[in-house]
């Protein structure tokens, strides 16, 4: 029988992502109790222990030494998450582990190796598989409605300098490190392929530090299939978030409204290849295609979000949305990426 006890948590790290984010989801969401928090900000835990009236901690291992939390979310900086996570499962906790989940493939096994050494539980933060529009492109490629999906393009584009720890290599930062992990791996979910061809080109052109503030990444899958994904914060103009390019269609979206273009390829007549010169030297035919459009929400069948499966996850023994392998797969590309692009020694 399914338990209603509610999930308790300890949050390690309490900055955009651990308070922002974790914190503020299990907020008001009587499934989830802050059992324990921790930040090397001595200031900032004890105002967040103070505020759940919970134990507080300057250091990590402090806490697990002494929480009877259930799970621990590691959203400390970048370069620490797979440690604190590793850390958390040999001490008896199943973890959270934000992205990216570690800057090296032998350090992200070394993760699924410690879950199945421990029996723990490894859960990854990807959240924007849960997200609407991801949810929705799935959808249109998946009921065939434009067509066989042949290319799919993303874009997050902007212009603007940041120069907080995030654009220090040092902490793991950079944009493919810390922003492009959402992507890649709705890029590898659309896909539905192993990948066979990556390019990738990587570039600091704004931003201080030493880690690179625009991406553009290239796969290909070994059904053909292509992912063109470009996250930049050095482009002033806007893109369409995404665009599917089917052989009956087209969809556009920007991420909150989507316009689609199809049609009825049995409606099409029949239209023969012509070897003779052109009769009048001019291009094109009389071909009509009989297009019908639409524009909808960009929302597809909703899945929960992240929290609602750490729910059925431990409480209803559902299974993981987003496996600890499909993760390494993430990572697997990013690492990739960084060798082909040489960016990165």
């Not at 930062?173 to 990738?200: E, K, R």
Request: hydrophobic share 40%; aromatic share 8%; glycine share 8%.
């Amino acid at each position: 029988m399914a338990s209603s006890k509610p999930i308790k948590v300890a949050v390690v790290g309490l900055g955009r992502s651990g308070y922002n984010i974790h914190i503020k989801r299990m907020r008001d969401d009587k499934r989830f109790e802050v059992a324990a928090v921790a930040d090397w900000m001595g200031d900032r835990a004890r105002a967040v222990g103070e505020e759940f009236d919970c134990p507080w901690y300057e250091d990590h291992k402090s806490m697990l030494r002494e929480t009877d939390a259930d799970f621990v979310v590691a959203a400390s900086f970048s370069d620490t998450h797979a440690s604190v996570s590793r850390d958390a499962m040999r001490a008896g906790f199943h973890a959270i582990c934000e992205k990216p989940i570690s800057d090296s493939v032998r350090g992200a096994q070394s993760l699924l190796d410690v879950a199945k050494q421990t029996g723990q539980k490894l859960m990854v933060h990807h959240n924007n598989r849960y997200a609407a529009d991801v949810r929705h492109v799935l959808d249109v490629i998946k009921s065939g409605r434009i067509g066989k999906v042949f290319e799919v393009r993303m874009r997050a584009l902007g212009f603007s300098r940041r120069n907080d720890w995030q654009t220090m290599a040092e902490h793991d930062g950079g944009v493919l490190n810390n922003t492009c992990p959402h992507y890649v791996d709705a890029g590898l979910v659309f896909l539905g392929s192993p990948v066979a061809q990556i390019f990738c080109d990587l570039k600091q052109m704004a931003s201080p530090g030493d880690v690179e503030d625009h991406v553009k990444v290239l796969l290909k899958g070994e059904n053909g299939m292509v992912y063109d994904m470009e996250v930049s914060s050095v482009c002033k103009f806007p893109e369409p978030k995404w665009v599917v390019l089917g052989s009956c269609g087209t969809l556009v979206s920007d991420g909150k409204t989507s316009t689609i273009e199809w049609f009825d390829p049995k409606k099409l007549k029949k239209l023969p290849v012509v070897a003779a010169p052109s009769s009048d030297r001019s291009y094109g035919n009389d071909d009509v295609i009989p297009w019908k459009k639409e524009e909808v929400p960009s929302v597809g069948p909703s899945i929960g979000d992240f929290y609602d499966n750490v729910w059925d996850v431990l409480r209803n023994r559902k299974k993981m949305l987003v496996t600890p392998e499909e993760s390494l797969e993430v990572v697997r590309v990013t690492q990739a990426c960084k060798r082909l692009s040489g960016y990165y020694d």
